[in-house]
T-cell receptor
């Protein structure tokens, strides 16, 4: 059972435009969400996070929006740059009662920013 | 560079063999996590250690085991290897073991079982 879903395996965007990556989750216990970027042959790199008490968090060109009622979050990148081309993973964690921080990852979206 | 190191970078072995993957967390981080990424799959949580103690288990096979040593480095042991164990294995670390803090990932170990 895939608790975190990224339904778009790939996305192509023109340089300078907005990239919107989407993520849906099913587990109501999730209360902390993260986005990671991954280049080939490297480990995932943390981008931005949001806790469930917020509905928006912004860091430079990156903004994450959380819609708890829809169990949906999105990552906006504005403006998109060719260096943003990578696989983006959505991840979630929750209060499982054991003070663990295990992350549940989506399957990723490959973003290609065209010059 | 996340500050998390993993060795070896690549490992090629045969079915039935046993291997050990090593991870050194970022300086000061007490928690270590292991994840597996198979072909076309997202990262699957395997196990977490916090300050030497097992904190949480995920989809880790009984043939796999891990430990965290007093100097906080961790090892993942994979035994009786099967073709399906071929994957990228990532280690991550975080300062604490609880929720609401991001994890920093190492570059991964690519395991190929022939």
């Amino acid at each position: 059972d895939q608790q975190v879903k990224q339904n778009s395996p790939s996305l192509s965007v023109q340089e300078g435009r907005i990239s919107i990556l989407n993520c849906d989750y099913t587990n109501s216990m999730f209360d902390y969400f993260l986005w990671y970027k991954k280049y080939p042959a490297e480990g995932p790199t943390f981008l931005i996070s949001i806790s469930s008490i917020k509905d928006k968090n912004e860091d430079g060109r990156f903004t994450v929006f959380l819609n708890k009622s829809a169990k949906h979050l999105s990552l906006h990148i504005v403006p998109s740059q060719p260096g943003d081309s990578a696989v983006y993973f959505c991840a979630a964690s929750g209060n499982y009662g054991g003070a663990t921080n295990k992350l549940i990852f989506g399957t990723g979206t490959l973003l290609a920013v065209q010059p | 560079d996340s500050g998390v190191t993993q060795t070896p970078k690549h490992l090629i072995t045969a079915t039935g063999q046993r291997v050990t993957l090593r991870c050194s967390p970022r300086s000061g981080d007490l928690s270590v996590y292991w994840y597996q990424q198979s072909l076309d799959q997202g990262l699957q949580f395997l196990i977490q250690y916090y300050n030497g103690e097992e904190r949480a288990k995920g989809n880790i096979l009984e043939r796999f085991s891990a430990q965290q040593f007093p100097d906080l480095h961790s090892e993942l042991n994979l035994s009786s290897l099967e073709l399906g164990d071929s994957a990228l294995y990532f280690c991550a670390s975080s300062p604490r073991g609880g929720n609401y803090n991001e994890q920093f990932f190492g570059p991964g170990t690519r395991l190929t079982v022939l």
